[in-house]
């Protein structure tokens, strides 16, 4: 089964940053795209920023000129920059891909098991 794994969340200052990353499982896997999404307490699931399998980037007005979506189609993997981050950003962090495991499958999209990312003192 297509499996995305999520990793980088953490507890950082604000100001700071972190990188998260997000593999795809499967040889075979076709990715047509990729994004991270995120969720706070008690609010609705945001898109953050998504990437093209030609590599282009979109973002959310709020993360622009600090965050950084990029993708090595190699390891069907995709990161997400975080700089400068603010208390705001505090969230659950949900890559998704929109792609297929195989020609032979469907397209469909796929989600990651989400990492916590805290800004905080």
């Known amino acids: 089964q297509v499996q995305l794994v999520e990793s980088g969340g953490g507890l950082v200052q604000p100001g700071g940053s972190l990188r998260l990353s997000c593999a795809v499982s499967?040889?075979?896997?076709?990715?047509?795209?990729m994004g991270w999404y995120r969720q706070a307490p008690g609010k609705q699931r945001e898109l953050v920023a998504t990437?093209?399998?030609?590599?282009?980037?979109n973002y959310a007005d709020f993360v622009k000129g600090r965050f950084a979506i990029s993708g090595d189609n190699a390891r069907n993997t995709v990161y997400l920059q975080m700089n400068s981050l603010k208390p705001e950003d505090t969230a659950v962090y949900y890559c998704?891909?929109?792609?297929?495991?195989?020609?032979?499958?469907?397209?469909?999209?796929?989600w990651g098991q989400g990492t916590q990312v805290t800004v905080s003192e």
């Open positions: 499967g040889s075979n896997f076709r990715i047509n795209t």
């Open positions: 998704n891909v929109f792609g297929r495991a195989d020609y032979r499958a469907r397209w469909d999209n796929f």
């Open positions: 990437i093209t399998g030609g590599g282009t980037a």
